[in-house]
Each structure stands twice: as structure tokens, then as C-alpha cells.
């Protein structure tokens, strides 16, 4: 157990590695200045993106929990998902655009997930100029 890490896995080393290379955009890894310390924080476009092992945060945790044998390990993924579910809306609440990303997305489909962080990059640059916009017209 304390062999295994909790950030600068290699599979978000390998992701972020290729976002450095897709995007001009400045960006922070592994931020503990904001709640649930996320792996990649693009500050300026206030995007905050989650790279979430599928294991420790429960991907389709609810069709496999049965299979776990004893309940310290239900507790710990059910903690993990609640925790991620509170984090998740906090940052949405204080204006974040919160993205969270599944190992196996990354391992299967890495251009489509590295296109939906730049998409969203780009959607929500264009908001902020927006509302920067109304915010001088008023």
C-alpha cells in the first residue's frame, strides 16, 4: 500500500506531457491551494481538471462493489466517490469548470481526452471574455 502514489502517477505524467504539447496555456499540476487538490488547474479559464483512477475513485463502482471482499475497501472507494462528489460541486460553486478523467479514458482514448480539455479551454476562455465584456458595458 505505500508504494502506491497518489499524484504524478505515470499515466498522468504521460498526460500531462501531452497536454504540454498540445496547448500554449499556461497551467499548474497538482494544486493544493484549491479543494480536492487538482492535477492540472488552467487558473485564467478557471478549469480545473481530475485525473481519476478508475480503482480508487470507483469507475462503475455500484456493478462491482459486491465482488470486493471485505468492507474497509467499500468504505474507502465510497469515501473516495463522496468526497470527489462534494469537491466537485464546492469548485462548480465557486465558478470552476470542474473535468474529471478516467485512467481508462486516458489509456484508450488519449487524443479524445486530451481534445476535451482543449475544447473546454477554449469555451470557457471565450465566456470569461464574454462576461469581462458585459462587465464593462454595465
Known sequence: MSKIRSSNTQFE???VAELRKK???S???NAGDL???PDIVFQKEK????LDSDFWHGWQYPRWKRILKNDFWKRKI????NRDMKT???LRRKGWKVL???SHQIDEQSDATLNKVIDNLRKNGRRRRNEKENQGKS
Request: charged share 40%; proline share 0%; glycine share 4%.
Open 78 to 81: 465510497e469515501n473516495t466517490r
Open 88 to 90: 466537485t460541486v464546492y
Open 35 to 37: 479543494k480536492g487538490k
Open 13 to 15: 505524467k504521460d498526460f
Open 100 to 102: 474529471r478523467i478516467w
Open 27 to 29: 497551467f499548474r499540476t
Open 23 to 25: 496547448t500554449r496555456k
Open 47 to 50: 478549469i480545473c481538471v481530475f
